[in-house]
């Protein structure tokens, strides 16, 4: 009896020093902080085409003994989209970091981050670069020479024309769907008017100043295109409209351009009109400019009451190619007219 005693004493004292070494073990054992791995720290989606959105998911695991918490995902750019599956990660576990690329917008190759932040005490910020190749989308870009005017000082009955040009810059049709216009403003545009790639397009506009209010105008002219990012374009024209000169000789257009750019023979003549709405005929003794390179057509005519008579300028474009320095150059067209005048003894 005494033996056994003796035996359950032993064998508790074993239980005992059994179960303090197993909690001084416990105890002495190291904690590993929250340490985090990411499957990939760059990632390239390769060639893709206009306008995909390619998605990546990441694997972000917890390596640590504490819990990763990852405190906050931002993206480089608004293109970039993420979702974490879990913003918390238990030792040894792990969570999916999806990412998707809007391509819209974009074209070659494209260079974006994602910006992570833990509580991983050595690696509190961490970068994942997202690599992308963008194909070429083929759009058309439309250009304007101009689209701001001062037609300056007019008449009422006067009727001044402006002009400019539209190019498609880009490789695919471009299109004008629409154009928003007063009733005052004729032009020559039909629509849906198509210009090819590479090609252009001169666009006239005529100012119908018959009943215009006297006083100050600004007028806002809209285009609408396919040109994906200038769909909407503004063109404003503005001036002054004075009551109608009574004189008894007029000239239409009191105003013109005329573009180098353009290769048609029409693109260098341009037509002015000389009507005499007096009582007696009037004679136009010389037309001269004010340089050589613009030359008119007709040195002189005679124009009767009430008729008009038309007279051209012809634009000689190598040689004011070689004259003209700067865009654009201002010159002037002389008319000499031969008033008579009667003397009495």
Same mark, same amino acid.
């Given at each position: 009896m005494a033996k056994n005693i003796i035996i359950f004493i032993l064998i508790g004292i074993i239980v005992v020093f059994v179960a303090l070494f197993m909690f001084n073990s416990e105890q002495g054992k190291n904690i590993l902080p929250a340490k985090y791995l990411i499957s990939e720290r760059e990632w390239d989606f390769g060639l893709v085409k206009p306008r995909e959105k390619p998605s990546h998911v990441f694997t972000i695991s917890n390596e640590g003994d504490e819990d990763l918490i990852l405190e906050s995902i931002k993206a480089s750019c608004g293109c970039i989209k993420t979702s974490i599956s879990n913003t918390r990660i238990k030792a040894g576990k792990s969570a999916e970091l999806t990412t998707t690329f809007n391509t819209t917008g974009y074209e070659g190759k494209i260079k974006k981050d994602i910006y992570i932040k833990s509580?991983? &005490?050595l690696d509190e910020n961490r970068i994942i670069t997202l690599l992308i190749d963008v194909g070429h989308l083929a759009r058309p870009i439309i250009n304007i020479s101009k689209t701001d005017?001062?037609? $300056? *000082? =007019? &008449? /009422? $009955?006067d009727t001044p024309t402006i002009s400019f040009i539209i190019e498609?810059?880009?490789?695919?049709? *471009?299109? =004008?769907?629409? +154009?928003n216009i007063f009733e005052h403003i004729k032009h020559n545009i039909d629509t849906p008017l198509s210009i090819l790639s590479g090609e252009k397009y001169e666009v006239i506009l005529t100012y119908i100043s018959t009943e215009h209010k006297l006083g100050e105008f600004r007028e806002s002219? /809209?285009?609408?295109?396919?040109d994906p990012e200038k769909g909407k374009i503004f063109f404003n024209i503005k001036g002054y409209c004075k009551e109608k000169n009574n004189s008894a000789v007029t000239i239409f257009p009191v105003e013109t351009e005329l573009n180098l750019a353009l290769d048609s023979e029409e693109s260098a003549i341009k037509s002015f009109t000389v009507e005499n *709405?007096? $009582?007696?005929? +009037?004679? %136009? %003794? &010389?037309?001269?400019?004010?340089?050589?390179? *613009?030359? @008119?057509?007709r040195s002189e005519f005679e124009l009767d009451s009430k008729k008009?008579?038309?007279f051209q300028i012809v634009l000689l474009k190598d040689k004011a190619n070689k004259e003209i320095e700067g865009d654009e150059n201002e010159e002037y067209i002389y008319?000499?007219?031969?008033? @008579? +005048?009667? %003397? &009495?003894?």
């Open positions: 509580n991983d &005490s005017w001062d037609i $300056g *000082l =007019i &008449s /009422q $009955g498609n810059e880009g490789d695919s049709d *471009l299109t =004008i769907d629409k +154009v002219i /809209q285009f609408f295109s396919n *709405l007096g $009582g007696k005929a +009037v004679k %136009i %003794i &010389s037309i001269k400019t004010s340089v050589d390179y *613009l030359t @008119p057509l008009k008579e038309d008319l000499t007219i031969a008033l @008579p +005048v009667k %003397i &009495s003894k």
